[in-house]
């Protein structure tokens, strides 16, 4: 983010724009200088985004996220501010604008292949990498702004870019600071930007970097730096884009300046960019362009340029006039009415919400990286695993109280970064309807309706998305966050046919004993070796409460956001530790911790679960896949990890049974099965009578079952083994069949 070696520049060639600060007395000294006429409250506005990486400490951060240890960390770090009188206002990016596309998906790519020396490392080392390798648990920019809105903090996330709204808050509101790693914050005219690199939370100081001192050094004015960060490449304007005027500029500045004064080059392109803007306004005194016109650029060059300048314009700046203002998108606003467009907004801005505005008022959805392993077979990516659900959600959102029509339908542009995804361009997804009623409602009434009536519609909704409606009952018998537990459990059961009993085990285990553990206990967790397919495993159900978070939105919240959060259902390393002992043929007890209670209810939730997929054409195996110690475990560690409960049982019985040593099972993967099911696509909607005329997503087939024929094209009424399930888990239209009438 930001432009492009301008803070590495500043941290070698201007140290006297680098100014050490202690935020406490910044925050007294504001403090001081309140009156009852001019009340100073010292507010600092935090990049949420940017301090991710320095929030996450955690010593485990592969096997899906320690997330009651990580909320402990965000309350201490609140903590250490508010103590001394600084308010804090956090900003999270809601949206990836347009322009800076490719800059995401080039972000993305990178992180793809660092995800991938992960696994390498896990499968030779059987433990986690080091911190150069370190990536982000999956969902933590997702659920961080949940955080700390629990932790009584005021949370914003964007409608535009992030740096953009966060730089006007401060702007309009006085803030003593912007907390953040970006040095865009450098070239917005707004308060002081302090690092979160550098900052030291036991003493409170950081490093500021000094605008005005910056200015002074390369001679500029505030004003022109918005041009000079654009000549210098950023997010907007790449910096391929004006290569040649910064080669004009440095053929300039070694003309006039035989011997440097900076040696390194980025430091020489800096000033030389800095002496070609500062002509530019000596040469036009009286410019009133954002782009001067003695800047010889071609008309796009200029163009992108004016773009580029525009995005560090702020509200009250006297350039502001000359930008475009940019009004609220409302991609899909015949399809809702206006207020659910205004409470979408106002949840969005709130961190109230999620995925619901990207849908309704932009129309496009994206998930960055996950740690999934490119050479599995076995497992689908988690982008594939849960687009039924999406499509689901899609349709409850723009699809409900619809005519049935399928002239028009609206399609949502979707950017899921998955192994075999190119990003070249994004998947065209088309919502599928949801059938609740024979009288369907509609969204208003789900959202905004006080009827007591409504509120079971609303969670029949949300359970019915994840194929779970009959999992109603169990509302007020079990806590919330267990029944959001169960429900993404049979979901993945539904829709991952490799997932074994062992894996049903591990997740509900985890998720009944992770109420009874605090944080301590947790990272006392120890593993003797770590699981690749566990590793993926852990961040499929992460994501997944993502899905339920987005879900319960779209349902007009019939469950509290808090039951969805991880640190209520999940636990990287207390999930590893169950995997590792339920495949390995540890008892149930052992399981749950020898905790009679406990047991009790796993057995519940197993029972429930294993009887809707069963009426589903879902039968849970035995697949036990017991991972081999790696040399580096000495016989010693092996004695400790043995008497510890993980260690396998039964000798070789589960290599008897055709698993490989990797864990994965013979036969065709998932993406052979998905090259098929592409196939199949085409040949039905060329050679089909009832495929042609581009109808996709699944309508038609939905009008025809609801003819009176109950159809089921997911899962089979009986087991047909695993090459029927195989094909019948990619349905393009996925629908939840019925179970069959009692007695049939």
Same mark, same amino acid.
């Given at each position: ?468 409606? @009959?999992?109603? &009952? $169990? ?5 919330? !966050? /267990?029944?959001?537990? =169960?429900? +993404? %459990?049979?979901? *993945? ?93 540890? @008892?149930?007890? &052992? $399981? ?5 209670? !406990? /047991?009790?209810?796993? =057995?519940? +939730? %197993?029972?429930? *679960? ?93 009008? @025809? ?40």
């Amino acid at each position: 983010m930001g432009v492009k070696g301008l803070q590495h520049f500043m941290d070698r060639c201007c140290p006297e724009a680098c100014v050490t600060v202690n935020l406490r007395e910044m925050a007294r000294q504001l403090q001081a200088s309140t009156t009852a006429a001019h009340p100073s409250n010292p507010t600092l506005v935090v990049d949420g985004m940017a301090c991710l990486r320095h929030w996450y400490s955690c010593k485990d951060w592969v096997c899906g996220g320690q997330w009651k240890e990580y909320l402990d960390i965000l309350k201490s770090w609140v903590e250490a501010f508010t103590s001394t009188g600084i308010r804090l206002v956090f900003f999270f990016d809601g949206v990836v604008e347009e322009q800076k596309r490719q800059e995401w998906v080039k972000r993305r790519r990178r992180v793809k292949g660092e995800i991938s020396k992960v696994f390498c490392h896990i499968k030779e080392h059987g433990d986690q990498p080091g911190r150069e390798l370190f990536c982000l648990p999956s969902g933590l920019a997702t659920f961080t702004p949940f955080a700390l809105r629990s932790l009584g903090q005021e949370v914003f996330c964007s409608v535009r870019e992030a740096d953009y709204e966060i730089a006007s808050y401060a702007r309009q509101h006085g803030s003593m600071g912007i907390l953040g790693e970006d040095s865009d914050f450098i070239i917005y005219d707004s308060a002081p930007y302090l690092s979160v690199a550098k900052l030291r939370i036991n003493s409170l100081t950081t490093v500021m970097y000094d605008r005005q001192r910056f200015c002074q050094t390369i001679g500029l004015a505030v004003t022109q730096l918005p041009l000079l960060a654009c000549l210098l490449g950023n997010d907007v304007v790449s910096k391929e884009k004006m290569q040649d005027v910064r080669n004009d500029a440095m053929t300039a500045y070694r003309k006039n300046n035989p011997v440097p004064h900076y040696g390194a080059p980025q430091g020489q392109v800096v000033l030389a960019v800095s002496q070609l803007v500062s002509s530019l306004w000596s040469i036009e005194e009286n410019e009133t362009e954002l782009v001067p016109q003695s800047l010889n650029l071609s008309g796009p060059s200029r163009e992108l340029l004016k773009k580029g300048v525009c995005s560090y314009i702020l509200p009250g700046q006297k350039a502001f006039k000359l930008c475009e203002t940019v009004s609220l998108p409302s991609a899909f606003e015949k399809y809702v009415s206006p207020e659910i467009l205004k409470a979408c907004r106002e949840k969005h801005a709130a961190a109230e919400g999620f995925m619901v505005y990207t849908v309704l008022c932009v129309g496009v959805t994206e998930c960055s990286n996950t740690l999934e392993d490119e050479e599995d077979s076995e497992l689908m990516p988690q982008a594939l695993v849960y687009k039924p659900c999406r499509q689901f959600i899609y349709g409850l959102l723009l699809l409900l109280g619809h005519d049935g029509s399928t002239v028009d339908l609206p399609a949502i542009r979707e950017w899921f970064v998955f192994p075999g995804n190119p990003l070249k361009e994004p998947d065209i997804v088309h919502p599928v309807p949801l059938s609740l009623s024979c009288d369907e409602p509609s969204l208003d009434l789900l959202w905004f309706s006080t009827d007591p009536e409504v509120s079971a519609l609303r969670l029949k909704a949300f359970l019915t998305i994840f194929g779970c409606p @009959e999992f109603s &009952e $169990l509302c007020g018998v079990i806590e919330d !966050s /267990l029944l959001a537990a =169960l429900c +993404l %459990t049979t979901y *993945l059961v539904l829709q991952v046919q490799t997932l074994s009993l062992e894996d049903v085990d591990s997740y509900l285990s985890q998720a009944v004993c992770l109420r009874l553990k605090s944080s301590q206990e947790l990272q006392q967790i120890e593993l003797p070796m770590l699981s690749s397919r566990a590793v993926q495993l852990g961040s499929l159900y992460v994501r997944g409460l993502s899905h339920l978070l987005g879900a319960n939105c779209a349902s007009g919240c019939p469950l509290p956001s808090a039951a969805l959060m991880p640190w209520h259902s999940f636990d990287g390393r207390l999930f590893h530790s169950k995997y590792l002992l339920a495949h390995s043929g540890a @008892e149930k007890i &052992e $399981l749950l911790d020898h905790n009679s209670s !406990s /047991l009790s209810l796993f =057995l519940q +939730l %197993t029972k429930k *679960l294993t009887e809707t997929c069963s009426m589903r054409g879902r039968v849970l195996q035995s697949r036990p896949k017991a991972p081999q110690p790696h040399p580096k475990i000495t016989t010693q560690a092996r004695y400790r990890d043995r008497h510890s409960g993980w260690a396998p049982r039964g000798g070789e019985c589960w290599k008897q049974r055709g698993e490989t040593a990797g864990g994965h099972r013979q036969g065709r993967g998932w993406r052979e099965r998905e090259e098929e099911r592409r196939a199949r696509r085409e040949y039905e909607s060329t050679d089909r009578p009832w495929g042609r005329g581009g109808h996709r997503g699944g309508g038609q087939h939905f009008h @025809e079952c609801h003819k009176g024929e109950t159809q089921n094209t997911s899962y089979p009424s009986k087991p047909r083994g695993r090459a029927y399930n195989n094909r019948g888990k990619y349905q393009l239209a996925p629908r939840w069949p019925q179970p069959p009438a009692p007695g049939t």
